[in-house]
């Protein structure tokens, strides 16, 4: 589980940790070949890498997620963002999911993985 | 128990291990021609969305909502593949399962009807990370038979033709991990190598010299596509090295596209690009190559299966739309033994 009080850094820092762990191993992971592979220009990366640009849109971290083993979520609320999809299940019922997360801020992981529901078994 | 995330199927077995998960999507594919000729890898084209049968009572039949787990959408003939993602505690350490995949209740990769627990001669199941997919019935040493929806009692499905039965259905997935003594045994290695590394690097001298060598409403029910290359890989532990009393299950029931939105208020998925119109856009096609493992022999059981198009040829006396063989490129290498993945090819590219 990724806890941002125990994160000192910033998503561009993050984005730059994840990536060069990455390329210590193989080299396919550089910033040209990342920044390819997530259709941005590799100048563009690095800038959002040194934090010089503000955080990149939904699309590309999603893209940049996926490319260096990330969850999305993770990094849209680094960015200060939510995912298209959350915002529109917050937005269908905003008073019950605004209660629902202030009721379980403070519950440790443990409590909060509980209460996601469990794909059901049944006879077969 | 498994949860469902990002229309993934996402199994944890936090007893064991707390930092790990190991998720499942069905990935939207094209349906290779089905002929004597044995294809590349096709292209991911997106997953499909899965939803809790249990959301939706009052428009599955009682036979779905006694089988509890998920439902999915595939048009007739549509072709699907597995993909399997896992996650360990590390980026650099996986978490292994075993993991059972079974078409209407007939073992994916042995033929054999569903058992519990794992068997280990014939292996019947595989094991994740070392193999990445499964694209198909397991029919002989290095080939598979794609995994293709037709509507069950039609006597498509692999179900049918070994069983006469069409009782069942869609997809039967259980996942076992390791048993927590070996697990950290594995973990306690993995923690000694690591020492070792950063000693390694502490020495700045090696830093330039050092590089790795790897580049790393109407039930349907699978039936056995085109002929594509790809090898079911043995499992690298031992049998008892699985903790089976852990293992979690899921039946995935698979629903006609055209019900989708009665059923679940979602709009029906676009029809996928068939082999032709995907090659006649110079898209690529893959040859996945592993780390030189061998492969398992296919399942005895599969010898006699008919294929889709046979059986549709035999009945309807016409050919099975785009069941015509085409010419591919040069496939493109992924794997482990060649760095990259297996990509997801978007809509726009060959719109």
Redesign the interface.
Known sequence: MHHFEDEASSIGDHLRKLRE??A?????FSLRQVAARCEVTAAYLSRVERNEVAPPGEETLVKLAGEL?EDPDVLLAMAGKISADLRAIILARPQLFADLIRSIKSMPD?AV?RI????????? | ????EHDS?VF?F?QIEKQAKFSIQFQRTLRIPDSDKTYSLPPGLGLFPVR???DYVSKLPQAT??????ILPMWQSEAMWINFEN?GPD??LEFPVAIKIAAG?INAVTGEPWKNGLQGAPQDYVVSPNQPWLDGFAVEKGVIRQFVAMPLGEGYSVEEQLTGEAE?GGL?ISVAPLKASVWNKKLEAWKQAQEERKKYFANESHLVA???S???SRPMGLAAGGKMRQEIYPDPYNLEDWDFSAAE???VTLVHAKDWLGITGEAALDVPPTASEYTKADLPWFEYYGKDQIALPGGEKFGNIKSVSSIFKKTTGANLPGSGDIAIGKPIAVGPGV??DRPIQSSKSWE
């Open positions: 762990k990455r210590a191993q193989d080299r396919s083993g443990h993985l996601v529901r469990d794909v059901k078994d049944g006879e077969w | 128990m498994p949860t469902l199927l944890r936090p809790h049968a249990e909502n006694d089988r509890g787990g998920v996650e980026w650099d209740k069942w039967q050092y590089s790795y790897m580049c790393e299950r899921v039946f760095k990259c």
